[in-house]
């Protein structure tokens, strides 16, 4: 079984719109870690967020926010406000206990002008 | 800071020859990792170093091999390459704090023909 899956391979949103993100995973763990990436076409890899499983409240970053739905074993990034910059690809990743990191298959963001 | 530094950033190999990626740290990471990316199926973990002196196999080992020299530096060899070892290739450090992200290096570009 994938444990992360992210079940839209393309996104476009207006320039100043907010867009949804969708990430659900699998774990048996109790203890664990969600990270949102942005990979822009420059290729590197950015840190945009973590959210624990212990937390209560859902991380926000700036204009990132993660709706952690935990009993659903969701954790979708919302982007407020869309610039032209967040055009790229937005990978979702757990870290379990053992310290490996999971990714997703990832979402191609277009903002449209 | 440096951060996650990779080597070399493009790299091209016939079939059968071997080639070492070298990755180094300078944050004090505990943590090391090799990734994959392929189009269409995001990053996949290689091998990973938790700590210094241990190695793991990741999701798709085969054909490769690694060295945890110390705690900066962690290299992925490929001792015969192949066409389907056409990927990019990035190295990754984390503290072991479940809470704490992976940081990338830019990534090297390799082609094997």
């Known amino acids: 079984a994938q444990k992360i899956t992210q079940t839209q391979p393309g996104m476009f949103v207006q320039e100043k719109e907010a867009v949804t993100l969708d990430c659900t995973y699998d774990t048996s763990d109790q203890s664990y870690g969600l990270f949102w990436y942005k990979q822009p076409s420059s290729g590197e890899m950015i840190f945009l967020i973590y959210q624990g499983s212990y937390d209560e409240q859902n991380a926000t970053e700036g204009r990132y926010s993660l709706n952690f739905q935990k009993a659903r074993k969701s954790a979708n990034l919302v982007i407020s406000a869309s610039q032209l910059g967040d055009s790229a690809m937005y990978f979702c990743a757990m870290r379990e206990f053992g310290n490996q990191f999971y990714f997703g298959t990832g979402t191609s963001l277009t903002v449209i002008p | ?113």
């Open chain 2, 1 to 113: 800071n440096a951060g996650v530094t990779q080597t070399p950033k493009f790299q091209v190999l016939k079939t059968g020859q071997s080639m070492t990626l070298q990755c180094a740290q300078d944050m004090n990471h505990n943590s090391m990792y090799w990734y994959r990316q392929d189009p269409g199926m995001g990053l996949r973990l290689i091998y990973y170093s938790a700590s210094e002196g241990t190695t793991d196999k990741g999701e798709v080992p085969n054909g490769y091999n690694v060295s945890r020299l110390n705690k900066r530096e962690f290299s992925l060899r490929l001792e015969s390459a192949a066409p389907s070892q056409t990927s990019v290739y990035f190295c990754a450090s984390s503290k072991l704090d479940s809470s704490s992200p992976l940081h990338f290096g830019n990534g090297t570009r390799l082609t094997v023909t």
